[in-house]
């Protein structure tokens, strides 16, 4: 199997499943990002979507239907086995296949986080049924250790919009509305994902200077991005074209190069008692207090804040204690 070395990142040019067993080893991956062939005719996708494909570099790769399952069951088991307790998997999928990835899953000891959809600005064109414009993101973690997920890397939790909602809870929802890029001119695999979202799971899921893999590295997005964001990375791509391709791409990245267009989110720091047990005397202060600032004709949400810095808690807590006291 070819390897490249490119400023400390590994590639492989080869199956994820021969190649994660002989060069990745046990439980040193932070991350897995990973989309792996659709197994419905990707090869010839452009059929459906009418696009032009003179840019796409031959060679792309994809699963016979019949073979999907197990295929999956084995790609699944290698990544089961790289990550790191408290190590975090994203994995992209159409729908088609998506119940042989679940029932992989299934099978390994890792344990769901959340169901998330992507939904994309531009699908398949019907005429007598609904347009498809998603993808499914099944994240999972590998029990036994901490599961990076960093709060407020992208919004702080105090921070609203316009309509006075919370942008980090916006954020944080499990339906992600994110554009497809296009990239016209340029070299490119059958189906790239999107800097915004690789950067949002990374940004989420990982630190700077932790491992990134992607089984199947395609037009190398993830390992673009995860470059970008200082991140090291390793993979593996079958293709031959695609391989040769993309790493000549890869050593023009500056490593941290996306870091500084990155949103600053105004963090205002832990309430001092959050996840503190509340105690009697804090229990009648927050119920006098709330009718007392009430009655004085101070809006629920003004109340609500003030009593956040009395008890140095945060706003649900207050709420949750509010509701169960029926002063809610």
Excluded at 54 to 64: D, I, T
């Amino acid at each position: 199997m070819r390897s490249v070395t490119i400023n400390g990142n590994t590639f492989y040019n080869g199956d994820c499943v021969a190649g994660a067993a002989e060069y990745i080893p046990d439980e040193t991956v932070d991350l897995i990002i990973t989309d792996p062939p659709y197994g419905i005719d990707g090869d010839r996708l452009h059929r459906h979507y009418n696009r032009d494909e003179e840019f796409v570099v031959e060679g792309y790769v994809e699963v016979p239907a019949a073979e999907y399952g197990e295929f999956s069951r084995a790609w699944i088991r290698q990544a089961e086995r790289i990550l790191r307790p408290g190590g975090s998997l994203y994995v992209v999928s159409g729908y088609t296949n998506l119940y042989h990835i679940l029932a992989a899953l299934r099978e390994t000891g890792l344990s769901e986080v959340n169901h998330i959809i992507w939904r994309y600005n531009f699908g398949v064109y019907t005429r007598r049924k609904y347009v498809s414009s998603h993808y499914h993101i099944l994240y999972y973690e590998k029990p036994g250790g901490r599961r990076t997920f960093n709060l407020e890397c992208r919004y702080g939790t105090g921070e609203q919009g316009p309509d006075a909602r919370s942008l980090n809870y916006r954020d944080r929802e499990d339906v992600w509305t994110i554009n497809r890029e296009y990239k016209p001119g340029q070299l490119k695999n059958k189906n790239e994902l999107p800097t915004e979202l690789l950067a949002k799971m990374m940004q989420y899921s990982s630190n700077e200077g932790d491992l990134v893999c992607d089984m199947f590295l395609g037009g190398f997005s993830t390992a673009r991005v995860a470059i970008g964001l200082n991140r090291r990375v390793t993979g593996f791509e079958i293709s031959e074209p695609m391989f040769s391709a993309k790493t000549e791409e890869i050593g023009a990245i500056e490593p941290g190069d996306l870091l500084p267009g990155l949103r600053v989110p105004e963090k205002a720091g832990d309430p001092p008692n959050r996840g503190k047990p509340w105690t009697d005397a804090e229990v009648k202060h927050l119920q006098a207090r709330f009718s007392e600032l009430r009655d004085a004709g101070m809006t629920k949400k003004d109340t609500v804040a003030t009593l956040c810095q009395e008890l140095g808690r945060g706003r649900w807590a207050i709420e949750k204690a509010l509701k169960g006291m029926g002063s809610g």
